[in-house]
């Protein structure tokens, strides 16, 4: 097996006219073949030699890395060359042997020709490499967001932040903390600088940390984060220095973690955006020095902080801005920016809310005077852990848990009697109007036949979208105002073949209900939101449309 | 199971302008007043008036129709379109000044809005078309007109002409009972989903699909049958329809691609929602309940077995 190994790499060393086999090929302790190679360059400069380690179970890939590594210690200055002096290749992917190193030492000399001889630069922006190592036997995560207002080089000061749930990797706790916001210290008469969460995001805050902005990237070769705290004293002022210094000596025990005063620094990146690095600094081990120093052209001394020589303690620390949150996928602004009211929260309407706050909305509230029962946790959002209260105040916590974005007002008596109790009665419509009219898009999720024949009659400027799903989840119905009542009316007694006889009856004292399961629904709902957000953004003529469930699969049939 | 074609036939029937003839005759005598008033002050400088618009073409609805007078003025009658368009519409503000007729500019025609009347459901409202013969003399033989394009929705091209012949839309549609039968169907559909279609687009798109048909005579094999067609071919970049009376006129190429798109996925999806449930024709083409038969038990508006149209029960639905 191994010298079948070793046969193939050598025959494909000898195919490729710009590799040549510097030596023998030699297998290790643990199957593990290494050689060396000269890559040939052009315009007269000299091959350059590369260590090549195989490991077994190349050619497939081993938690996410490539089994292959390719190495040269005097190259740590160009792009992608890593700390260990191994070049960090993204291959593609060969089920054979053969191909798959033919293939990966093309994309060396690929990267040879292009940085090494022509010194080209990557226009993509890469974050520093940090090596974040379980510090006293846990793993420590910061999330910031962007924050209200710019930095400025030079700024120092302190910061708040609070803890999150803890988590686990590589058998060890992750403790995840949030940064609320920034106090400046450079700027005394500043307000606090609050990262954009939502404002119930800031009631975490529960710690102090120090902050300081950095002119400069604390970096080595460009790519990887300083690892000295002596480097520090190159990118810091004297007034960040000694400010870091006399307060960490002061901070109180409550805002200190783990033994840690947690120190952050700042500095700005290609795309305009603030990155953030927090170290962890053992307080019974602060990395500082005092000397005294002659202030020029005077006869007074001073005392001067600097940073003693010692390993960083970095933690990972993560850019959880709106931007970065929802940038894998969002709904259009049209949507996301709405203010937007759900009437009614059992399966359809906690699915409908989660998916917006997963999407990017902001600005949720939520209505039901519905309870949370146990049989409601299998088809819905709601949890077992949770308890049981009122459906909205859930929901809320849920909502808050997925997105610090969301403001999610959520509320359980009343608005029954504002919008039913003001029909005929023009005081009381006006006023129901005012308020409703504050939503820019109202999801009535109630299969309240008498809340949506008001919503009709109220005549509202919002776009009101009302969605329902018949027994078994065959068919759901959307319907969008003016006039939903009509046309849901309609759909139900003439076109669905809407099953009333094997309902789900509940022991005990209970309506009967619907069965479907949480797949039947959420698929529809899904689709649903897809077409109503496309129909609201206007990409789509709004239509409404049922989606049916047949033999075929989901179609919609807009009406 | 919906009888498809006894249904577009009450459609159609219900639709019918008898249904609504005491209104028609206001507004036919309102027309006769403006005629009378136009041979007054313009004499022998225009051509005999005549009416156009879908009355004219038999293509009217009761819920939407247009009386058109087409007022077709001599070459020499007036200096420019602009001053024939502003001499027209000052003289009818001169006219009515005093009374509480509104009368303003459109696109091609002045816009007449006369009082509503007690008991009726809208005002009478008229659409007069100036139009100029293209040279001395030149109407009596080919019937062409220059319109004014007053302003279109950017207010471009003010002052600037249209070439047409109304008679020859009018005679494009005339005998065509089968088409016009779904012109009026669409035309309906048009009017109950809001849409936004030129009226126009749709008699050539129908009268383009039904040309050469020999299929089954129904109401409702006919109109599937042109809703097919347009489908396949309304956001086609190569299917045209020309105006008859200016064939330098393709009304399909004024409509904006999106326009054509939704255009094609209407008829996709009234297509689609008719087979998935013959129901659903109901949703699209819409009794005029109005001026429903009430002592017509044949059971239409009611499901075999069901109770017509009552609330849903709150169990019916769910959420």
């Keep these: 097996m191994g010298k079948e190994r070793i046969d193939i790499i050598r025959e494909v060393i000898d195919q490729l006219s710009f590799v040549h086999l510097v030596g023998e090929i030699q297998q290790g302790a643990g199957y593990i073949v290494s050689c060396e190679i000269d890559v040939d360059t052009t315009g007269g400069v000299e091959p350059l030699r590369w260590a090549v380690e195989i490991f077994p179970l190349y050619p497939m890939m081993a938690q996410g890395y490539d089994s292959i590594r390719f190495t040269n210690k005097g190259l740590m200055e160009y792009p992608h060359i890593m700390e260990e002096s191994n070049l960090c290749l993204h291959t593609n992917h060969a089920y054979d042997l053969h191909s798959k190193l033919r293939g990966d030492l093309t994309m060396l000399k690929q990267w040879v020709d292009k940085y090494y001889v022509n010194g080209e630069k990557d226009d993509h922006y890469e974050h520093l490499v940090v090596n974040t190592l379980p510090i006293n036997g846990k793993y420590y995560t910061f999330l910031f967001a962007e924050a209200e207002r710019p930095f400025k080089d030079g700024d120092y000061g302190w910061f708040d932040f609070g803890s999150q749930m803890k988590g686990l990797k590589n058998e060890k706790t992750v403790d995840c903390f949030s940064v609320i916001g920034y106090l400046s210290n450079y700027y005394p008469k500043s307000e606090t600088n609050n990262c954009k969460w939502r404002a119930a995001t800031r009631t975490l805050k529960g710690y102090v940390g120090i902050y300081c902005f950095l002119s400069k990237t604390p970096d080595v070769y460009g790519k990887f984060i300083i690892k000295d705290y002596k480097e520090l004293n190159k990118l810091m002022s004297h007034n960040q220095v000694k400010f870091v210094n006399d307060e960490m000596r002061k901070i109180e025990d409550k805002h200190i973690i783990d033994g840690h005063v947690v120190f952050m620094v700042g500095y700005s990146i290609p795309s305009g955006e603030v990155q953030w690095q927090t170290m962890l600094i053992p307080v019974n081990d602060l990395p500082f020095e005092v000397e005294k120093v002659r202030m020029p052209g005077t006869s007074q001394n001073q005392w001067l902080a600097h940073f003693t020589s010692g390993n960083i303690q970095w933690a990972q620390t993560i850019n959880s801005s709106y931007e970065h949150f929802f940038g894998r996928g969002a709904y259009p602004k049209r949507v996301t920016d709405s203010k937007i009211l759900i009437i009614g929260v059992g399966a359809i309407g906690s699915m409908v809310a989660v998916a917006l706050t997963r999407c990017g909305a902001r600005d949720l509230s939520i209505y039901d005077f519905d309870d949370k029962k146990p049989g409601n946790i299998c088809r819905s959002e709601y949890e077992f852990l949770h308890g049981c209260g009122g459906k909205v105040f859930e929901l809320s916590r849920i909502l808050y848990a997925i997105s610090p974005f969301v403001e999610c007002k959520a509320w359980d008596t009343d608005f029954d009697m504002l919008v039913k109790g003001s029909i005929g009665n023009e005081d009381g419509m006006a006023k129901a109007r005012e308020f409703l009219n504050e939503f820019d898009i109202v999801f009535d999720c109630s299969t309240d036949n008498d809340m949506m024949k008001c919503l009709d009659q109220l005549e509202l400027r919002s776009q009101i979208v009302n969605m329902s799903i018949s027994n078994h989840a065959q068919e759901l119905v959307c319907a969008f105002s003016p006039e939903m009542s009509g046309f849901v009316e309609e759909v139900y007694t003439k076109l669905l073949k809407n099953d009333l006889e094997d309902v789900y009856n509940p022991t005990g004292c209970w309506n009967p209900t619907f069965k479907a399961s949480y797949t039947d629904i959420a698929c529809m709902v899904q689709l649903a939101m897809k077409h109503i957000v496309k129909m609201i953004s206007g990409e789509e003529e709004k239509k409404n449309f049922v989606i049916v469930d047949d033999r075929e699969g989901l179609k919609i049939q807009r009406l | ?319």
């Design chain 2, 1 to 319: 199971m919906l009888d498809k074609n006894k249904h577009l036939r009450e459609v159609l029937d219900t639709h019918k302008m008898h249904h609504v003839q005491d209104f028609v005759d206001k507004v036919k005598a309102r027309r006769e007043e403006i005629k009378s008033m136009m041979l007054e002050k313009y004499g022998t400088d225009k051509y005999p008036s005549f009416c156009s618009g879908s009355f004219a073409k038999h293509t009217a609805t009761n819920v939407k129709f247009d009386l058109d007078l087409v007022e077709p003025f001599k070459h020499s009658a007036f200096g420019t379109l602009q001053e024939m368009f502003d001499g027209v519409h000052d003289f009818l503000v001169e006219k009515y000044e005093g009374t509480e007729v509104e009368i303003r500019k459109q696109k091609v025609s002045i816009g007449v809005t006369f009082p509503q009347e007690e008991g009726d459901d809208k005002p009478v409202e008229l659409d007069v078309v100036p139009g100029r013969e293209l040279s001395d003399d030149d109407y009596t033989g080919s019937h062409d007109l220059n319109l004014c394009f007053n302003e279109d929705h950017w207010g471009f091209k003010k002052g600037s002409c249209q070439k047409t012949n109304i008679q020859k839309q009018i005679d494009h549609i005339k005998g065509k009972t089968s088409e016009r039968e779904i012109i009026r169907l669409l035309k309906i559909w048009k009017k109950q989903k809001q849409k936004k279609y030129k009226s126009f687009v749709i008699e050539l798109g129908v009268i383009r699909a039904l040309d050469g048909y020999n299929g089954d005579n129904g109401l409702w094999p006919r109109l599937k049958h042109t809703m097919e067609y347009l489908r396949d071919h309304i956001a086609d970049s190569s299917f045209h329809l020309y105006d008859p009376g200016n064939s330098g006129n393709d009304v399909v190429a004024a409509m904006s691609d999106f326009d054509r798109q939704c255009f094609k996925n209407d008829m996709s999806d009234i297509l689609n929602s008719v087979e998935w449930n013959e129901d659903s024709l109901e949703q699209f083409f819409k009794v005029n309940e109005k001026f429903q038969k009430k002592d017509d038990d044949s059971g239409f508006g009611n499901k075999n077995g069901r109770e017509g149209y009552s609330n849903p029960q709150t169990s019916n639905r769910f959420g």
